[in-house]
């Protein structure tokens, strides 16, 4: 006769039948199952295997170093590392942007669910290049965007970007502002696009993008918008796109 086990029960009763978890960690990682080395872990590879939504957070909270258990947050870190550039978590500084942020990610996720497939059909399906030397960091918005049928090449830099676009046809291109060439590259960028003659429309994300002087110097260059803010980005793109 076989015997599920309770960690068998609960994925059977439960993580079968969820459709999005959240999960925050900050210093514990939990207790080891068979093969996974926590049954939290256990849980989050399952619900991601089955092509469900995970909403992970690390907390980044202070605490005394005496009060750290330094074998579990080595299994954070080391978890935290597997996932890099998958858009699957955010860090977060306390419980009170925990929730701020858990809400709009929630937003974020539930219109497109139930906007993308019909954005799909409205638009077809279009491509936007996305240049940034960190697309780990875009990773959710990109994520998301997916979900609305559009598809994206990545560049790293100014020159990659203009290579691409000599292959390709883009409906819409956004770019961050520093790299590793120049701390206004993004400015660079836009002006040698405009300068072969393409008219592409062009978005800025970055660190500061949202402040006033930066819009209107973006515009001013000829982007169509400039941001620094996950929810605002993704909602000029779709309206980029469906203009």
């Known amino acids: 006769m076989y015997c599920l086990d309770s960690r068998e029960v609960l994925n059977r009763q439960i993580v079968d039948k969820c459709d999005i978890a959240i999960a925050v960690f900050w210093t514990r990682f939990g207790t080891e199952t068979e093969d996974f080395g926590s049954g939290t872990e256990e ?17 980044e909270k202070p605490i005394s170093p005496a009060k750290i258990n330094h074998e579990q947050y080595a299994k954070i870190q080391s978890f935290k590392e597997r996932h890099k550039g998958e858009g699957l978590f955010f860090m977060v500084a306390d419980e009170s942007i925990l929730a701020d942020q858990f809400r709009e990610h929630l937003e974020l996720y539930m219109r497109s669910e139930i906007q993308g ?21 875009n990773s959710y918005a990109r994520n998301i965007l997916q979900k609305y049928g559009l598809k994206f090449d990545i560049a790293l830099s100014t020159e990659r970007a203009m290579k691409l676009m000599a292959n390709n046809k883009y409906s819409l291109v956004i770019s961050d502002m520093g790299r590793k060439e120049g701390s206004r590259e ?31 110097e973006a515009l001013e260059k000829g982007a169509q918008g400039s941001t620094n803010k996950t929810a605002e980005i993704i909602e000029m793109t779709l309206k980029q796109l469906l203009s």
């Open 186 to 216: 993004g400015y660079v960028l836009l002006s040698e696009i405009r300068n072969s003659g393409n008219n592409v429309p062009f978005l800025i994300f970055s660190a500061g993008g949202s402040s006033p002087e930066h819009r209107k």
């Open 117 to 137: 497939t019909e954005f799909n059909k409205t638009s077809g399906t279009k491509m936007v290049l996305w240049v940034d030397d960190c697309p780990e960091n």
């Open 43 to 59: 849980e989050i590879e399952k619900m991601l295997k089955d092509g469900k939504q995970v909403f992970l957070y690390f907390l």
